[in-house]
């Protein structure tokens, strides 16, 4: 069975890989390198899965939405980890046999069997999910209301179950090495945001001003719809930063991770998120409470006073920090005035989305997964998309077909869609693509384009991280329709985008650049093809503009309303999708992680409280947040929660301080 789990790992990440938009043959290299190397050395993706967390997804380059590279790395992992478990595990059980030895890591019963059951929900909700959208149909570029959201939102969970097994394996050659190489890519990987955080500030609002209307995203392209991919990363990262700082005893080291704990306290600051703000300052003072109890406990000569006197100005450094974000700017002040309207809003929002559960199917077995954004956008009062797109191809000689195609039949193009009914609404919706190489001076857009009533199309290149644009130059279009014989029929369009100099001040010239298309009017659409954006060496610079290879690098994002895609409550996302059932078996698989964590009389300071602690700040941040939503970080979330169920070294024996 390992063997056929290996294999299929490896096949799955191969296709994966060879289907890549951009880099196929190098991810194909990659994947199987990385499988590879984790079969040699089993341990190493403890570290480099949490560490490379934040990086491996570059959809607003690549324009998958379903998929992305952090699945290349599980799938690889997998494969590696599967085949050395299939190598190891018998030699291991003759040992374990022959010392008497019970197996390391073996859950209870009682969780296995939530386990189990919380898997075949999600098998129940995917079906569910499937069938809600019509019936499964395969997309490389699935958007939201596809079949294969279902599939997106599915997969951490199902990753995370498969490697359950993997982690009881680690258990039994060693478990709390392998928690410590788990928490310190946990550490590694809040180093990446917080210097991602650091670039994004500098390039856009500006490090020290706290008044732009600015929320920092860092790498988490999952935003460019909104939701809290950020906030629950940061609140589930927060306590490991603190083990690091406690666990170590090298004033150099201890030097470097108190620099990451400033910066990783002005990332969580400069989100602006009053949900991120309670999930990781709560669990955070929690532990340094028992920190301080403990202290005291202790014999004068053992305690280290170069620490006590560094902590103190840590301390301080983090209020100043504090300070100065509340106090020095008024973005947040704004904020914190509109709680009691946010919090009415907000209300509003998860009751519209308690309306979707319309029968008792509905009630036990959910919406199914992923099917939260379509449902909401088509039920709940003014919950509409801003806008949408979808990909079309013309049929092939034979099938019925009312479009006129200047090219070949089967020659694709892209029907973009302004609000149904909302004009506050109109331009918040654009297919968006990644551009390079810019010209400092106007630019210009060609493209073909059909309309069948007047229609304004926006178009617009933008100094853009995700959702702010600083610097444009834009411009807007009334499109008249051309009719030959009644219909509507494809017509050149050219526009010349006016607006900012994009000439280089200094290192600035690496911010992100973001070419976009939106219809902007009401009920309204149009279909362009051909897209050609030029600069002043007439360069081409946009790729896949005939969309002959699908939605490969066109990336759709939203602006200021996020409405319809998240409901921002993690367990009212569980029920609406997936059913109370498995809501209730969530929160028993929770609290039964929390009772594995604390149950143990020996059980040891260094890693158990924090683990319950990013635990605990998962759950504070989804009061007001959606997470299972986003799958990398939910998939993080997940196994943290299976390393808590293992009773077993994984979370019972001491870390010794470095």
């Known amino acids: ?199 994004e500030r500098a390039a856009f609002p500006g490090i020290f001003d706290f008044s732009a209307n600015y929320r920092t995203v860092a790498l988490f392209w ?188 089967g020659s694709a193009f892209v029907t973009l869609y302004g609000p149904k009914t909302q004009p506050k609404l109109s331009g918040s919706f654009a297919l968006t693509q990644r551009v390079a190489r810019v010209s400092g001076t106007s630019h210009q857009v060609l493209l073909d384009v059909r309309v069948e009533e007047n229609t304004r199309i926006e178009f617009s290149v933008c100094e853009r991280h995700l959702l702010y644009d600083r610097r444009c130059q834009a411009t807007r279009v009334r499109v008249k329709p051309v009719r030959v014989q009644g219909q509507a029929v494809w017509q050149p369009l050219a526009a010349t985008l006016q607006g900012d100099d994009f000439a280089n001040d200094g290192w600035h010239g690496a911010r992100l650049m973001m070419f976009s298309v939106s219809v902007v009017d009401v009920a309204r659409a149009a279909d362009i093809d051909n897209v050609m954006l030029m600069g002043q060496s007439a360069t081409l610079l946009l790729n896949n503009g005939d969309f002959s290879a699908g939605m490969a690098q066109w990336f759709p994002a939203a602006q200021s309303n996020f409405l319809p895609w998240h409901l921002d409550n993690f367990y009212l996302e569980v029920l609406v999708e997936r059913g109370l059932p498995t809501l209730l078996l969530f929160l028993a698989v929770v609290l039964g992680a929390m009772v594995s964590l604390w149950r143990r009389p020996d059980r040891p300071l260094p890693l158990v409280p924090f683990i319950a602690a990013s635990l605990a700040a998962v759950l504070l941040v989804g009061v007001v947040s959606s997470v299972m939503d986003v799958p990398r970080v939910a998939y993080m979330f997940m196994l943290w929660l299976f390393v808590a169920i293992q009773n077993s070294a994984v979370v019972a024996r001491a870390l010794q301080p470095a």
């Open 1 to 199: 069975m390992k063997w056929f789990v290996a294999l299929a790992c490896l096949v799955g990440g191969s296709v994966l890989a060879w289907h890549h938009p951009l880099w196929s043959a190098l991810c194909l290299v990659a994947l199987w390198l990385w499988a590879d190397l984790v079969f040699w050395r089993p341990g190493v993706w403890l570290w480099v899965v949490p560490a490379a967390l934040p990086v491996m997804n570059f959809s607003p380059w690549t324009g998958w939405l379903v998929f992305e590279e952090f699945d290349l790395l599980l799938l690889g992992t997998l494969a590696g980890a599967y085949a050395r478990m299939a190598v190891t595990t018998r030699a291991n059980s003759a040992i374990r046999s022959a010392n008497n030895q019970p197996s390391i890591g073996q859950p209870e019963r009682g969780l296995h069997a939530l386990l189990l059951a919380m898997a075949v929900m999600a098998l129940l909700g995917l079906w569910r999910g499937f069938a809600g959208a019509g019936g499964f149909r395969f997309d490389w570029y699935a958007g939201y209301t596809d079949a294969l959201n279902s599939w997106r939102v599915f997969k951490s969970l199902s990753f995370a179950l498969l490697f359950f097994p993997v982690l009881r394996w680690h258990a039994s050659r060693g478990g709390a090495c392998a928690a410590t190489r788990l928490a310190q890519g946990m550490v590694a990987g809040m180093a990446v945001v917080t210097l991602a955080v650091l670039w």
């Open 222 to 409: 999952e935003m460019h719809v909104g939701g809290a991919a950020i906030d629950v990363y940061l609140a589930m990262s927060c306590p490991f930063v603190l083990w690091a700082l406690v666990t170590t005893r090298r004033p150099v080291v201890w030097l470097m991770l108190a620099l990451l704990a400033v910066l990783t306290a002005y990332a969580c600051l400069t989100t602006f998120s009053r949900g991120v703000y309670l999930a990781v300052a709560l669990p955070v003072l929690a532990l340094v409470g028992m920190l301080w109890w403990q202290r005291r406990a202790l014999p004068p000569g053992e305690r280290l006073a170069w620490r006590e006197r560094a902590n103190g100005v840590l301390s301080m450094l983090v209020l100043l920090e504090v300070v100065a974000a509340l106090v020095g700017g008024s973005f947040m002040a704004e904020r914190l005035t509109r709680s009691e309207a946010d919090l009415s809003s907000r209300v509003d929002h998860w009751r519209h989305g308690l309306d979707l559960l319309a029968s008792p199917a509905d009630w036990l077995l959910g919406k199914g997964l992923g099917r939260l954004p379509a449902n909401y956008a088509a039920q709940a009062p003014k919950g509409e998309f801003p806008g949408a797109v979808r990909h079309r191809t013309k049929p092939h000689p034979g099938q019925p077909d009312q479009l006129d195609r200047p090219d070949q039949p």
